[in-house]
T-cell receptor, first 119, second 113 residues
Framework: EADIYQTPRYLVIGTGKKITLECSQTMGHDKMYWYQQDPGMELHLIHYSYGVNSTEKGDLSSESTVSRIRTEHFPLTLESARPSHTSQYLCASTRRPPPVGGLAKNIQYFGAGTRLSVL | GDSVTQMEGPVTLSEEAFLTINCTYT??????LFWYVQYPGEGLQLLLKATKADDKGSNKGFEATYRKETTSFHLEKGSVQVSDSAVYFC????????????FGSGTRLSIRP
């Protein structure tokens, strides 16, 4: 059973508001990820982190920003929400992969997601 | 670069029908392969995995075999249930400095009673 939590589950907010989507995991995982999932279901990686004070942009450009001050916490912030930000946001985490030659078990654990609607 | 291509949906079947969702991949070396499932209103969860050629992953009646010669990892189930209605994602991971999982575009499965 994975212990990764996202809040809020649903958020409806007006244009121009600042929002923060929370993601926390209690598994001590080094790596964390944010995905944006469009209505067609496809997942787009927008941010990831290898550990504390490490953040990287993903494959899809996003106006959001992330921070990683603590291992267990990886919040995503939108400074000024717009209707084009309406989407489902999924957070995930995984442990550091083993050295080359070891078993490859890079399993990602996902939170339940935040469905964001910007009016 | 690495990529995953999976069968487009939606797929609609009757209960107790046989299911196949095709997945092929492109990657150098020997990636690990996964199937994830997303039930309505939830995040993704791992369904099964295989870490080397000819491995068979299985869980909840679903199976997939890692076929390196055809670069495929097709998902199968002999008799589907209404509760199997969900979105299924094929994915791969290959050890590298980037170490990101590559997901397919997802296949929506609907089972009729």
């Amino acid at each position: 059973e994975a212990d990764i939590y996202q809040t809020p589950r649903y958020l409806v907010i007006g244009t121009g508001k600042k929002i923060t989507l929370e993601c926390s995991q209690t598994m001590g995982h080094d790596k964390m990820y944010w995905y944006q999932q469009d209505p067609g279901m496809e997942l787009h990686l927008i941010h990831y982190s290898y550990g504390v004070n490490s953040t990287e942009k993903g494959d899809l450009s996003s106006e959001s920003t992330v921070s990683r001050i603590r291992t267990e916490h990886f919040p995503l912030t939108l400074e000024s929400a717009r209707p084009s930000h309406t989407s489902q946001y999924l957070c995930a985490s995984t442990r550091r992969p083993p050295p080359v030659g070891g078993l490859a078990k890079n399993i990602q654990y996902f939170g339940a997601g935040t469905r964001l609607s910007v009016l | 670069g690495d990529s995953v291509t999976q069968m487009e949906g939606p797929v609609t079947l009757s209960e107790e029908a046989f299911l196949t969702i095709n997945c092929t991949y492109t990657a150098t070396g020997y990636p690990s392969l996964f199937w994830y499932v997303q039930y309505p209103g939830e995040g993704l969860q791992l369904l099964l995995k295989a870490t080397k050629a000819d491995d068979k992953g299985s869980n909840k009646g679903f199976e997939a075999t890692y076929r390196k010669e055809t670069t495929s990892f097709h998902l199968e189930k002999g008799s589907v249930q209404v509760s199997d209605s969900a979105v299924y994602f094929c994915a791969l991971w290959r050890y590298s400095s980037a170490s990101k999982i590559i997901f397919g575009s997802g296949t929506r499965l609907s089972i009729r009673p």
